[in-house]
């Protein structure tokens, strides 16, 4: 990926096309308090803001809005995407400085609102179907956020690739990082490209880092909240990254297929399947095994989290808090008169038959008191492999909680613009590591 020019070009179109977004249910402005209005039935319509992450996420969201909606007899809920990760964020700020709050919001950094006041408290006849676990009361005692899937953790950031190649050539799955590297070098002595992975648009570059840096984030501890708290708070150092850094890098030069700087996440599907690459990276865990079969019906698809050195998959699952994501109701609902119908449509979400739906679209439904009657989906093609590593004995749960106080999330952005030009040879890493201690000291202050 090159910057300068090209990049800004694109963060203008970004910004423009979130802009759009927001404003094209609603005008935008003071006027938007009445912008939910009635549907052609005489109910009420609901806008749902969500960030589109994977195809697998929008057909879920598609999914559960339709079932809803043909059963609902409160109104209409619209299903309204907007661009996930850093642009996500920033359509987010300019949404709450337009005053054009939906319903129902797909929230990131929801402590940031429910501090100003921007969220409505979610009811108890929405968070009793729950599980106890799979939700948290704010500081005030008021729940804000509820989850939109299984809190799975990070398992979804893995490995899929070719089971009938693994076959044929008499490759294994990797149980060591050692293991990892010959797989690679055995696929390259084949005359093939071992890896696939993306990073056009910046945030699929932690598939690949992520992996390899949980090596790092285990060693701190989740009674002060991980690693980047610790970092936060003076107790670890930026210079620790250096290593999974090198790592990734190491990968990028010698087994990554070439163009990986513009290739697109959804992309890395089809380089896979019509035999491009062996495997591919992704954060999609189920949903990305779904796209395959969708692109390629019999193309026999597997799953692995690449191991540490002593064999252990390290995956980030934080517990459940401020820094959680998931789903909310605004402060303006209650304004326009639409509170009543987002609740509702949190009930068919939370129930049986709204958690069936999302199953059957391919997204691992949330926790909910009644889980032992959800139809689990284990059709997909490959599905095995997920839900045995849930079950791995090697698999180690870590937190790394996002520190609250500053701007962690303009940190993070930079952090994967960051590291893309280490590894496309554009900075050293010393340089590199300089920068991130600088925007890190900039964005993010000692935490409480």
Same mark, same amino acid.
């Given at each position: 990926?090159?910057?300068?020019?090209?990049?800004?070009?694109?963060?203008?179109?970004?910004?423009?096309?979130?802009?759009?977004?927001?404003?094209?249910?609603?005008?935008? &402005?003071?006027?938007?308090?009445?912008?939910?209005?009635?549907?052609?039935?005489?109910?009420?319509?609901?806008?749902?803001?969500?960030?589109?992450?994977?195809? *697998?996420?929008?057909?879920?969201?598609?999914?559960?809005?339709?079932?809803?909606?043909?059963?609902?007899?409160?109104? *209409?809920?619209?299903?309204?995407?907007?661009?996930?990760? #850093?642009?996500?964020?920033?359509?987010?700020?300019?949404? =709450?400085?337009?005053?054009?709050?939906?319903?129902?919001?797909?929230?990131? %950094?929801?402590?940031?609102?429910?501090?100003? &006041?921007?969220?409505?408290?979610?009811? #108890?006849?929405?968070?009793? @179907?729950?599980?106890? =676990?799979?939700?948290?009361?704010?500081?005030?005692?008021?729940?804000?956020?509820?989850?939109?899937?299984?809190?799975?953790?990070?398992?979804?950031?893995?490995?899929?690739?070719?089971? %009938?190649?693994?076959?044929?050539?008499?490759?294994?799955?990797?149980?060591?990082?050692?293991?990892?590297?010959?797989?690679?070098? =055995?696929?390259?002595?084949?005359?093939?490209?071992?890896?696939?992975?993306?990073?056009?648009?910046?945030?699929?570059?932690?598939?690949?880092?992520?992996?390899?840096?949980?090596?790092?984030?285990?060693?701190?501890?989740?009674?002060?909240?991980?690693?980047?708290? %610790?970092?936060?708070?003076?107790?670890?150092? @930026?210079?620790?990254?250096?290593?999974?850094?090198?790592?990734?890098?190491?990968?990028?030069?010698?087994?990554? @297929?070439? &163009?990986?700087?513009?290739?697109?996440?959804?992309?890395?599907?089809? @380089?896979?399947?019509?035999?491009?690459?062996?495997?591919?990276?992704?954060?999609?865990?189920?949903?990305?095994?779904?796209?395959?079969?969708?692109?390629?019906? +019999?193309?026999?698809?597997?799953?692995?989290?690449?191991?540490?050195?002593?064999?252990?998959?390290?995956?980030?699952?934080?517990?459940?808090?401020?820094?959680?994501?998931?789903?909310?109701?605004?402060?303006?609902?209650?304004?326009?008169? *639409?509170?009543?119908?987002?609740?509702?449509?949190?009930?068919?979400?939370?129930?049986?038959?709204?958690?069936?739906?999302?199953?059957?679209? &391919?997204?691992?439904?949330?926790?909910?008191?009644?889980?032992?009657?959800?139809?689990?989906?284990?059709?997909?093609?490959?599905?095995?492999?997920?839900?045995?590593?849930?079950?791995?004995?090697?698999?180690?749960?870590?937190?790394?909680?996002?520190?609250?106080?500053? *701007?962690?999330?303009?940190?993070?952005?930079?952090?994967?613009?960051?590291?893309?030009?280490? /590894?496309?040879? /554009?900075?050293?890493? +010393?340089?590199?590591?300089?920068?991130?201690?600088?925007?890190?000291?900039? +964005?993010?202050?000692?935490?409480?």
């Amino acid at each position: 990926m090159t910057y300068g020019f090209a990049r800004n070009v694109k963060r203008a179109i970004a910004a423009v096309s979130a802009v759009a977004a927001l404003c094209g249910v609603a005008a935008c &402005g003071a006027g938007s308090k009445t912008a939910s209005s009635g549907d052609a039935n005489g109910g009420k319509t609901a806008r749902f803001l969500y960030a589109t992450g994977d195809e *697998t996420w929008n057909a879920t969201v598609k999914a559960v809005v339709d079932a809803y909606n043909k059963q609902s007899t409160m109104g *209409t809920v619209v299903a309204e995407p907007l661009t996930a990760g #850093s642009d996500y964020a920033t359509a987010m700020k300019t949404m =709450d400085a337009t005053n054009n709050w939906p319903t129902i919001v797909d929230m990131r %950094d929801y402590t940031t609102y429910a501090k100003a &006041g921007k969220l409505a408290p979610i009811p #108890s006849e929405v968070t009793d @179907l729950l599980q106890d =676990d799979a939700y948290a009361p704010y500081s005030d005692g008021n729940v804000y956020l509820v989850p939109s899937s299984a809190n799975n953790g990070e398992i979804g950031i893995n490995i899929v690739y070719n089971k %009938d190649y693994f076959n044929e050539h008499d490759l294994e799955v990797p149980t060591t990082w050692d293991e990892f590297i010959k797989l690679m070098d =055995d696929i390259k002595a084949n005359g093939d490209t071992p890896l696939a992975t993306a990073a056009a648009e910046n945030w699929p570059s932690d598939q690949i880092f992520k992996p390899i840096a949980n090596s790092v984030f285990a060693k701190h501890s989740a009674e002060h909240g991980g690693y980047w708290m %610790d970092v936060a708070n003076g107790k670890a150092s @930026l210079d620790e990254l250096k290593e999974p850094m090198e790592k990734v890098k190491m990968l990028i030069d010698n087994y990554v @297929l070439s &163009g990986w700087q513009s290739t697109q996440d959804a992309q890395t599907t089809t @380089l896979l399947v019509t035999g491009k690459t062996v495997m591919a990276t992704t954060s999609a865990g189920l949903g990305r095994l779904k796209d395959i079969n969708k692109v390629k019906s +019999d193309f026999n698809a597997g799953m692995f989290l690449i191991p540490d050195e002593e064999g252990n998959l390290n995956v980030v699952k934080n517990a459940v808090g401020d820094t959680s994501t998931g789903l909310a109701l605004s402060a303006q609902s209650k304004e326009n008169g *639409t509170y009543d119908l987002g609740v509702d449509f949190l009930k068919y979400f939370y129930s049986v038959e709204g958690s069936n739906v999302v199953e059957q679209s &391919g997204t691992i439904s949330a926790n909910i008191k009644d889980s032992d009657k959800v139809t689990r989906n284990e059709s997909i093609p490959g599905s095995e492999d997920y839900f045995n590593l849930l079950k791995n004995p090697k698999l180690k749960w870590i937190s790394n909680e996002s520190p609250t106080e500053g *701007t962690f999330s303009s940190f993070n952005s930079f952090f994967r613009q960051a590291r893309v030009a280490y /590894q496309d040879n /554009q900075k050293d890493l +010393d340089t590199t590591i300089a920068e991130l201690k600088a925007e890190f000291a900039k +964005d993010v202050p000692a935490q409480n």
